[in-house]
């Protein structure tokens, strides 16, 4: 009866320590996805202040996109450094993302003002850099977004929630803004 017992005490505590290690990889997870989503947006407003710096937009959506390019790079607020609280600051940085997309897309204009940059020799290639990197800050945030869904339904599992095996980690939440540049 005594064998059964701590069997059974055995496999549940394997269980629990199972879980523990589960939630543990899924938070890094999300952290190191935080992370590359960051570098991803810095890459992105570079490249679109250095499409505003060949001087081919016109002079109105060249300042706008600069200004929301510097807000994006430079003085928005950062997801990773000690933010304390993840939620408002995730907010606050999808809309200035959202704001510096709205904008590119205006000062990009419709196919055709697209095609007719594409084949200026001097807005070509910061153009490319600027639809690459949009396109990679469009993955990392895709791969933020699953790894911190995947966190969060692990984090309904009765067992983490009745034995806190998060810790005191906080609930990771997914990043959210307008990131479709090249409609």
Do not use: C, K
Not at 102 to 113: C, F, K, P, Q, T
């Amino acid at each position: 009866m005594a064998l059964i017992a701590i069997g059974v005490v055995a496999i549940v505590g394997l269980v629990l320590v199972n879980l523990a290690q589960r939630v543990d990889r899924l938070h890094r997870r999300v952290i190191s996805s935080r992370a590359v989503l960051e570098a991803q947006l810095v890459r992105r407003a570079e490249t679109a202040g250095n499409l505003a710096r060949t001087g081919r937009l016109d002079a109105a959506s060249t300042l706008i996109v600069a200004e929301a390019a510097w807000n994006a790079a430079v003085q928005a607020p950062r997801l990773v450094g000690g933010a304390s609280d993840l939620a408002d600051t995730g907010m606050e940085r999808g809309l200035v993302e959202s704001e510096l997309t709205i904008d590119l897309r205006a000062a990009l204009g419709d196919a055709e003002d697209l095609t007719a940059l594409r084949a200026d020799p001097v807005a070509a290639a910061p153009l490319a850099d600027l639809e690459q990197a949009a396109y990679r800050a469009q993955l990392a945030r895709r791969f933020h977004n699953d790894a911190v869904v995947a966190t969060q339904r692990l984090r309904q599992n009765p067992l983490v929630r009745v034995f806190h095996l998060a810790g005191r980690a906080a609930m990771p939440v997914t990043f959210e803004m307008d990131d479709d540049v090249f409609r």
